[in-house]
C-alpha cells in the first residue's frame, strides 16, 4: 500500500464546545479533510475531484471512529492518513490523529465504494486509482 501523508490541522476556537474541548462531530470533518488533502498527493491533483475524474461516484460505505484523548483549542492535529485496504468495489483509508509529544487522540477509518454516475451501481475500482492508491511515493 502507499506510504503514509501527513496532515497537519490547528484546532481551531469554533471546533470546540464551551469547555474548549473539540465538539466531537468536528472529528469526522478533520477525517474526511486529512483523506481530502492526502488525496490531492497520491492523484497528483484536487484530490476529491481527481477522485471523481476516474469515472465514479466514492460515497462512503462505513465510517468508524475512536476517541483516545481530549483535543483543545490551539492543539495542532497531526493526522497521519494511509490507504487501508482497496478491495475489489471499495478503497478504505486509516486515520491516526496526534497531538504534541505524540499523544495519540483519535483513529478513523472510512471506506469509500465505487459507483457508477449513470447507473448508480456498485463498479470495480478503476485500475488507474487502484495503481495510484497502491504507489511508492
Known amino acids: 500500500m ?10 481551531l476556537f469554533g471546533d470546540c464546545d464551551p469547555e474548549g474541548i473539540v465538539y466531537t462531530p468536528r472529528f469526522s470533518y478533520f ?3 486529512a483523506i481530502h488533502d492526502a488525496l490531492s498527493v497520491w ?10 475524474g476516474f469515472d465514479i461516484l466514492p460515497p462512503a460505505r462505513a465510517f468508524s471512529l475512536e476517541f483516545l484523548h481530549p483535543v483543545t483549542w490551539d492543539d495542532e492535529l497531526s493526522m497521519k492518513v494511509t490507504v487501508d ?9 486509516l486515520i491516526e490523529g496526534s497531538i504534541a509529544a505524540g499523544i495519540i487522540v ?3 477509518n472510512l471506506t469509500h465504494v465505487c459507483i457508477s454516475p449513470e447507473t448508480k451501481k456498485i463498479v470495480h475500482v478503476p485500475d488507474k486509482l487502484r495503481v495510484l492508491l497502491q504507489g511508492d511515493f
Open 2 to 11: 502507499s506510504n503514509s501523508i501527513i496532515i497537519k490541522r490547528k484546532v
Open 31 to 33: 477525517a474526511v479533510e
Open 43 to 52: 492523484l497528483d491533483g484536487p484530490g476529491l475531484r481527481t477522485l471523481m
Open 85 to 93: 485496504n482497496i478491495g475489489e468495489h471499495s478503497f478504505s483509508f
Open 106 to 108: 483519535f483513529t478513523a
